[in-house]
């Protein structure tokens, strides 16, 4: 039956995007290597596909689908020959690549396709290639004997013509009339689609959880609660990593002060540990348990082995274990800590509620309730799929470096910029977390109401990204009005840059985005920030708070008409007011913690700020990715938690360390440590402390 061709070019993208990162330099093209431009790729896709074909039916790993392609001169019609020993089958492929997804089965492809077939029945290999003749060898027993497949594959829509079927059936009725042998098998746009995708989803995770002192939970629902050693835990993560917490509303959140007294109790008095935790719980696809006493099952222990699992709480635990195992394993062996596994049956919905009720004791924020939604985990698939991009969905997963992918936070804010009516900038400003609201009219419903495009989500977020980085130059200039519109009209400003320079054009693939929106935002954006400082200064009736203008739908609404329309219209900007002289400030960390702008526990990153210290630290931190992570916890003085040793520092006070434990020879004396720690959105400590200047500067004005 023929698929809808709905999606089709956007199926087209992806499945090229990973026929290429899937067969690059696997299959055989030493013959059609001296082709250039559309006449290798044309001739790479086809064999590709006929190896993706190849894997979707057998079930074979990528590098025995690609062993199997004969296409070139000479292969007789068939673009694979599969002989499976195992299955006792052979699968005989054309494949019929389109760029457009319109490609078709006709009556010629047809009589090829049955042609190469009778070659090989009357064993007429030196009509093939070398390589087709080889695998036509052995794949005759089974077209003989036992069965054999022709595989149509079409990047396309359509079924095989009607005299391209005839072709098909009267080879059937040929080579089945002493018994059924010979079948037929028509893989689609869409077939090959999904296979891409099935490639690219994790394998389910398998482990054997043995339990002491257990029982089994009655009911209709198969559960087992029990204690589990601490030595077993770390070797989960130590194997599966943060793929353990695959179906948590988050990951682990790195270094915090909890964090670290957990790993701490696990050191100094691990008897103890499982009476000062709560333990974690697991679910699963399905489970089976092995008993080791038939008579008195719970008088020994048993061992769950368990598919599918997924951490859904305890996370942190789970993460401190690995931490304090790796540090002091003889100490913390001595541990054990409660086990919950529930047996989901693949039900996906429980599961998400599982999740949900298990962390309902814990710091959950709505966000992390948003991270198991079906929207995001699409558009991390097809990001993944298409542009070869990360999509970091939870909170506590490492934060993808710029250029391969982006945050859902990140995702929210460019998506909110986005949108046509300024009011999501105008909450946005107001807070973040009004990103997450849900219902009619709530934030996240509207920006995520239909699944973005990877060509939008990435488009998105690297204008938003140009555009701050843009009005951050803008934040520490010498006019505080202008500063405070810089910082605090950031959002609105990116919402005038999207609506000018290209938002309807954002979905469409021979827009050129870069030349014609992200080269002209540096130039554009001081233009946006000088005639919106001018209008909210000059506006008749009381004069509003800088800050409160951009926190406002109905003022940001006003701005954003006013401002488009100057532009359209050609109007000039507004002459820049007199620079005024800056005020001595406070230091930057009694700042931060006396307004608590930061939360307890918040990542911070390590940034080198020139090339020198760049060139100095790479190598060191790559050593070991927790030397450049940290967390912040609001104390006057050490407000800097590394995740190396898991001690405080002030933030000169750590980098210099860094510096001297890397053995930079070179480096400076002093250092502003708090420029150089990052938040996820991109401001430094020294970055947020400027913003609180700002507001209180504007309150002078």
């Known amino acids: 039956m023929a698929t809808s061709g709905a999606d089709t070019p956007r199926q087209v993208t992806q499945v090229r995007e990973q026929l290429h990162e899937t067969f690059d330099g696997v299959i055989e093209d030493s013959d059609i290597a001296h082709f250039r431009g559309g006449n290798y790729e044309q001739r790479f896709l086809s064999r590709a596909l006929a190896a993706l074909a190849v894997r979707r039916v057998a079930k074979c790993s990528v590098a025995e689908a690609a062993r199997f392609v004969t296409d070139g001169i000479a292969d007789q019609g068939l673009d694979a020959i599969a002989p499976l020993p195992e299955s006792g089958q052979a699968l005989l492929v054309q494949a019929k690549w389109s760029d457009k997804g319109t490609a078709t089965f006709d009556v010629d492809a047809a009589k090829a396709m049955v ?81 891409i995708h099935a490639d690219l989803r994790p394998e389910p995770i398998c482990l054997d959880v043995r339990l002491d002192d257990w029982y089994q ?143 309902r004791q814990n710091a959950i924020e709505q966000r992390d309730h948003i991270a198991l939604e079906p929207v995001h985990q699409a558009i991390k698939a097809n990001l993944r799929a298409e542009l070869r991009k990360q999509y970091v969905i939870k909170r506590g997963e490492p934060v993808a470096a710029p250029e391969t992918g982006c945050s859902l936070d990140e995702l929210a804010l460019a998506l909110a910029c986005l949108h046509p009516d300024a009011e999501q900038a105008a909450r946005a400003a107001s807070s973040t977390e009004n990103l997450w609201e849900q219902g009619p009219k709530g934030s996240h419903t509207l920006l995520f109401k239909r699944e973005p495009s990877p060509q939008k989500v990435w488009r998105s977020v690297l204008t938003l990204r140009a555009a701050r980085s843009a009005v951050y130059e803008l934040g520490s200039g010498q006019n505080s009005r202008e500063a405070a519109t810089a910082e605090h009209g950031g959002f609105l400003v990116t919402h005038l840059l999207f609506q000018h320079l290209g938002a309807t054009s954002i979905d469409d693939p021979d827009f050129d985005w870069d030349s014609e929106v992200l080269e002209k935002i540096p130039a554009l954006a001081p233009d946006l920030v000088r005639r919106l400082t001018h209008l909210i200064v000059t506006r008749p009736g009381p004069r509003p708070q800088i800050r409160t203008a951009f926190q406002t739908a109905e003022t940001c609404r006003e701005l954003a008409k006013h401002v488009l329309g100057d532009l359209a219209d050609g109007v000039a900007v507004p002459a820049p007011p007199a620079k ?122």
């Open 115 to 195: 042609d190469g077939l009778n070659r090989i029945e009357n064993e007429l290999y030196d009509q093939f290639n070398q390589r087709a003749g080889a695998l036509a060898l052995e794949a005759r027993p089974f077209i003989v004997n036992e069965r054999a497949t022709l595989v149509i594959a079409l990047m396309g829509t359509v079924e095989p013509s009607p005299p391209a079927r005839e072709v098909l059936d009267n080879a059937l009725d040929e080579f089945n009339k002493h018994g059924a042998r010979l079948s037929v098998e028509v893989l689609y746009a869409a077939d090959f689609h999904d296979q």
């Open 217 to 359: 939970q009655k009911g209709p629902l198969e559960a087992y609660q029990g204690t589990v050693s601490a030595e077993s835990v770390a070797e989960w993560y130590e194997t599966h990593g943060t793929s353990l917490f695959e179906q948590n509303l988050r990951a682990p959140l790195g270094t915090t002060v909890t964090n670290a007294e957990i790993g701490q109790t696990l050191t100094s008095d691990p008897t103890k540990f499982w009476h000062l935790n709560n333990g974690i719980t697991m679910i699963c696809d399905s489970l089976t348990a092995r008993h080791e006493s038939a008579k008195a099952p719970r008088s020994r222990p048993t061992t769950l082995a368990v598919t599918g699992a997924s951490i859904v709480n305890g996370a942190q635990t789970v993460r401190a274990v690995a931490r304090a195992m790796h540090d002091d394993g003889e100490a913390a062996a001595h541990a054990t800590l409660s086990i919950k596994v529930i047996n989901t049956h693949e039900d996906r919905d429980f599961g998400v509620q599982v999740s949900q009720a298990a962390n």
């Open 580 to 701: 005024e002289r800056k005020p001595r400030r406070p230091n930057t960390v009694p700042l931060l913690v006396d307004r608590r702008v930061i939360k307890d526990g918040a990542p911070l990153w390590y940034k080198a700020l020139n090339e020198p210290e760049r060139d100095a630290m790479e190598e060191w931190l790559v050593e070991d990715h927790r030397r450049g992570q940290a967390t912040w916890v609001n104390h006057r003085t050490k407000p800097i938690l590394w995740a190396y040793d898991e001690q405080q520092y002030s933030p000169s006070g750590l980098v210099s360390k860094m510096w001297g434990d890397a053995d930079w020879d070179e480096r400076p004396v002093a250092n502003q440590g708090t420029a150089r720690w990052f938040q996820p959105d991109g401001l430094s400590l020294w970055d947020l402390a400027q913003r609180i200047h700002s507001e209180e500067a504007e309150d002078e004005v």
